[in-house]
């Protein structure tokens, strides 16, 4: 599976931006695709991550509210739309896929990851 990200940029605080994610190859293996994030200095955290059966959601407690992670089965494409943006969101963001059964939030269960996409928030 090969995942292909877009859709990053420079916002100021309070602002939005969607992430694209476009999945190819052995799709039929997903069973959820994710966001992560990695802020300088950091570790790779969770932000969210939807379903591909029924579309249940998950998002980390900080962007609980603001952010929202959609999917489209027919596109193969996962969406972040990010509202209310802060400085602290600053971070290359990540899609990822995973085929492990239940959804899952866990780094170490997505397999396949695509480069990243640079979200600069200033304030």
């Known amino acids: ?12 605080a309070g602002g939005s931006l969607r992430l694209s994610c476009a999945a190819s190859g052995r799709t039929s293996s ?9 802020a300088p200095g ?6 969210a ?11 980390v407690d900080s962007v609980r509210g ?10 193969n494409s996962v969406y972040l739309q990010m509202n209310s943006l802060k400085p602290e969101d600053t971070a290359v ?15 170490d ?6 480069r990243g996409t640079l979200v600069t928030v200033s304030s």
């Open 1 to 12: 599976v090969q995942l292909q990200a877009s859709g990053g940029g420079f916002v100021q």
């Open 30 to 38: 997903v069973r959820t695709m994710g966001w992560f994030r990695q």
């Open 42 to 47: 950091k570790e790779r955290e969770f932000v």
């Open 49 to 59: 991550r939807v379903s591909w059966s029924d579309s249940s959601t998950y998002y």
């Open 66 to 75: 603001r952010f929202t992670i959609s999917r489209d089965n027919a596109k």
């Open 93 to 107: 963001y990540f899609c990822a896929a995973s085929s492990v059964a239940v959804a899952t939030t866990l780094r």
């Open 109 to 114: 269960r997505y397999r396949y990851w695509g």
